[in-house]
Each structure stands twice: as structure tokens, then as C-alpha cells.
């Protein structure tokens, strides 16, 4: 696993940003712990998404790389796709749903990716994506389950416990789990006893309730401000967090925006709500985090300035 | 000169952080410049006045620490005052305007300042201020027109000048002049053949006025989003703005607004509006920085998160 991790860090080294780790003294003092940013949300693009995408592509042969890739995905997956295609020089084709923002399908043509609008329905999405393989003969790429993408995901827990060997702890938000599967994987290549944890919004808490069930759960409602939390896991990412994350910590809307304030006044950078939330989980839950050096993984920093929550 | 900005650094380096500096691609590509961004924001209480506030408080003698310090200041420069004293185990009184903003108010009141409020006239301040230092013996310490002041904000231009030594030019925002006073001092110091260009609003043009002029002239409006930029300058800064920077290029409010969108969206980091105004004279006056090397000191990120221009 860990000579896995390796390769796709070599690998896709060239493409990506080392992202910088820094600390607040304001916001340690708070938590009672000694936290350790690692600022994804510098990462191209603006998401650790970018890593995930970049090495998958790489993975490809060089007859379907030649063929081009598609995703299905209204986030920071489709954008850091269309990216990581065009620094290789592989065609994209992005299914996005049709009441997807503007700017998020700005963004992706910008980084010249052709996108395909169907209806928003996931059943739809698929489709759509499947047609696209058979017409194009585009090779699909998950936005998360799919162990490249992990891996390449992977990379960010490296680089930081390169940074701080002795970290007790890594905590990372928790969406359709690839980032925190990767986490974990790097914890166990990288870390010294390095526990895992995730972050999940109380309004989308499918990752916690697959772990206390042992089956992959749905999210009934999707009505969250951390807009990159909101789907499911899927099976790969489901059994890696199964096995090797210690729990997983959910976290109100307030919580939330309160920690994004939080970030952005004291630490002067942005990050995305789905960042905060990892945040918001070391606040709510002190007593686990109490005198530990613990990671903290910022996953990105994009958001609408149009629309911030600060009231 | 270079003498007194070294041991200057050397006083207060122990009190301040060693700000980062960031680049972009993006923003290099519509600058068509390469462009050395100095995060003062980062900076202890999120601006450079961290510097300035230290060195003049460090310089007095243990009897003048004793007795404490007393500036007036409705922004940044009362919050470093503030910090630098209670780091230094001094007692430090600050006349603010009574209509100053209670967010103010209260970071000042955090960095265990003393306020003394007053109606909101320069003379109300000053007679204030006059009569603090005759009742409590405290020395009065000028938020700009201040060779210690200005010897330590030159302190961010050292680093800067260390880390690129080839820069061909600093940009630095125009206030009451002691950012770039002592940015101009650094540039002779540690830069070759560096030159340094301020940037000023449209709105409060007073040092671009003041250059033509060869008086200092004041601003008759201060209806500008650069709220640290209103004050004229004073006879210190004039005199070393008049002799040693090239030149003040202006910016119109939108100007303003659009680099800051631009910083926050693409940096990912926040800055306020006065730090804006120096990319946004990058921007505007391209041919002066075609192809060079530029340093942008970002002056500071304290913004009321509730109050954003951006629609």
C-alpha cells in the first residue's frame, strides 16, 4: 500500500500543488489541541479533488487516453477533471445536471471540459455518462470510488504526516469518502499509530449511520450548507472507512458556519463549508481531541462570494 | 539606513511573524507580470501595523514603558498598538471615535487596551490624546508619522527584498504614508536597483496630489471602500514618498472591488480592500509592470465579513 501511495504521488507530483501546512495559535487555544491545517484549498483548482483526478487519468493507457474520459458530477469533481485532462492532453466530457450552477459549468468549460446537461436525477446522470462511454468510447472516471482516485487522494495525508511525523490524529470531512479513504491509507503507510476520524454534517450523516448499521446508508435529505458532503459512499470507500477510521463525528449547520467564521477571520484564508465542518467536529468533540496533535484537512476553498452564510 | 532597518528586525522579529509570499499563475498571466504577493495579512492581528507598533514601542526607555503609550486611531494601527503593548507588558491607551465600530472597539478592548472615546474630529483626538499623555506621563506614539514606526513596517520589505533579491519593483498602498516610507527604505537597503510605486485610491488621491504639488494636500472626501486609506500624509512620510518613490498610480472604487474578487477567488486568502489597491494598479497601468519582477505587499485581511462589496 504504501509503495501504491508512492507511486501515485510521483506520479502525479508534477501536476499538483505540495499545499502548505500552517497552524493557528487563536484557534488551538480554542480547541485545547495543536491543530494542523493542511490548506487543500490551494490546491489547483482549489479542491484536493485535483489529486484524486490527475492520478486516475495518469493510470489510463495511452489508446484511452487518446479516447478521453467521462464523470458524472456537479462539484468540484467535474471541474478538477476537466483540468487534470487538459494538463495531459486527454479530452473530457463532463455530465452535468441541468439546474447546475452557472458558474460551476463556467468553470469546467474554462478548463475545457465539453459538457453534456441531463435531467437531475442520478439515474439520468448515469445514463447519460454510459452513452457517452459507448458513443465516444470515453473511459468513465468515479468521482470517488474508484481506488486511483483514492490513491491519488491520497497523497495530501502524506505530505503532511511528511511534515509532522507525530500526528495522533487526522480529521477530514466526509462526502462520498474519498478523501478520508485516502486519508486513512496514508495513516497507515505514513503515520506513527495515526488515527483517523470524520466529519460529517448532522443533515447528510450517511457515513456515520453505515458505520453503526455495517451497510452503506442514503441520505434522505440533502438540506446542508457543506454542498460537497451530500452524497453517499460507495462500496470501496464504504469498506475502507468500515475498517480503518476510528468514528465519525457529525456537526450542526451552525457549528459549521460558526468554524468557517472561524477560519476565515482568524486564519484569513477561504475555505469552502465542507472544509469547516472538520473544524466544527474538533469544537463540538474537545474531550477527543484534547492535547493531541492533530491534522485537519481543508479540502477546498471554492465558493460562491455571492452567497456566503455570514449574517 | 540599512543599519537602522536591521537592527530594527532584529528588536522586533521575536514579536511578529515572518509573513509567507505567494504567487499566482493566473493573476501573473493577466498582469502579464510576475507578481511577489507579501502576505501581510497573515501577519499577528491580521496587518503590517504589527510591525511598526512593536519597534516604536520597543525603542522607549524602561521609565517611558512604565508609564504606557497613547495613540488615536480608529483602525488597524489602535489593534497593533494594542497587541505590541500587552506583548511588551505595556499599558497602552487608545482614543477612538465614539461613531468607531464596535468591532473595533471590542479587538481593541481584546488586546487589553484601555479606550478613551471621543467625538469623532481629528481635534476631539488629538486634545484627547494630549490629555492622556499630561494626566498618565504616556508617550504618544504617531500611527505613521514616526521614523520607528516606519523602520519597523520596513521590515516587511526586507523580508521580501531577502527572498527576492531581483525584484525590479514594489507596490505598496498609500494611507498616511508609513507603509511605503518604510518599503522605500527597504528597497534602498536590500534592492537593486529596485524601484517602488504607491497605489491610492481615486477618492482619496491626496498623495498622488501631493507628489504633483510638492505640498502635502489633503483629502476633502474620504468616501472610499479603502478604509485604510483616508489619512493625508505627514510631514516624515511626505518627505520620504517625495524623494523616494517613483510615482502613485490611482484606482476607481470597481477597480478596487474587482482585485479583491480576484485575490479572495483565485489566492483563496482574504485581504481587505486597501491591500486590493495595489493589484488593482498593477492591473490598470499594465505596460508599467510588463515583464517584471513585482512585489505586492498585502497590507493586512481584517474585513467585516458581514459587510462584503461583492454582488
Redesign the interface.
Known amino acids: 500500500m504504501k509503495q501504491d501511495i508512492l507511486e501515485s504521488y510521483n506520479r502525479i507530483f508534477p501536476y499538483i500543488h505540495k499545499t ?1 501546512v500552517i497552524t493557528s495559535k487563536t484557534i488551538d487555544k480554542m480547541a485545547g489541541a495543536n491543530l494542523y491545517f493542511k490548506c487543500e ?2 490546491q489547483k483548482m ?1 479542491a484536493f479533488k485535483m489529486r484524486g483526478a490527475t492520478n486516475a487519468i495518469l493510470q489510463l493507457t495511452a489508446e484511452q487516453k487518446q479516447k478521453g474520459i467521462v464523470t458524472h458530477s456537479s462539484g468540484n469533481f467535474a471541474q478538477a477533471l476537466a483540468l487534470a485532462a487538459k494538463n495531459l492532453g486527454v479530452k473530457a466530457y463532463i455530465v452535468m445536471p441541468s439546474n447546475a450552477p452557472e458558474v460551476k459549468k463556467s468553470a469546467v468549460r474554462g478548463y475545457g471540459g465539453e459538457i453534456t446537461e441531463c435531467e437531475p436525477t442520478l439515474e439520468a446522470r448515469e445514463t447519460t455518462a454510459t452513452k457517452i462511454q459507448q458513443e465516444k468510447g470515453a473511459t468513465f472516471i468515479h468521482p470517488f470510488n474508484d481506488f486511483n482516485v483514492i490513491l491519488g487522494n491520497a497523497s495530501a495525508g502524506k505530505e503532511l504526516l511528511e511534515k509532522h511525523t507525530d500526528l495522533d490524529l487526522i480529521i477530514a470531512p466526509v462526502g462520498g469518502g474519498g478523501l478520508i479513504s485516502g486519508t486513512a491509507l496514508s495513516a497507515i503507510a505514513f503515520g506513527n499509530n495515526c488515527k483517523v476520524i470524520g466529519a460529517e454534517p448532522f443533515a447528510v450523516d450517511d457515513a456515520y449511520r453505515s458505520m453503526e448499521s455495517g451497510k452503506i446508508e442514503q441520505n434522505t435529505a440533502t438540506d446542508t450548507i457543506a454542498d460537497g458532503l451530500k452524497t453517499s459512499l460507495g462500496d470501496i470507500t464504504f469498506n475502507l472507512i468500515n475498517n480503518h477510521v476510528e468514528k465519525i463525528i457529525r456537526v450542526s449547520e451552525e457549528e459549521i458556519v460558526s468554524a468557517m ?1 472561524l477560519i ?2 482568524r486564519m ?4 469552502e463549508p465542507s472544509s469547516a465542518v472538520a473544524l466544527a467536529a474538533v469544537l463540538n468533540s474537545k474531550a477527543e481531541f484534547t492535547n493531541k496533535k492533530v491534522g485537519v484537512i481543508l479540502s477546498g ?1 471554492n465558493v460562491d ?2 452567497k ?1 452564510p ?2
Do not use: C, M, Q, T
Open positions: 502548505p484549498n490551494f482549489g467564521r476565515w477571520e484569513k484564508i477561504i475555505v476553498g462570494l455571492k456566503l455570514f449574517k
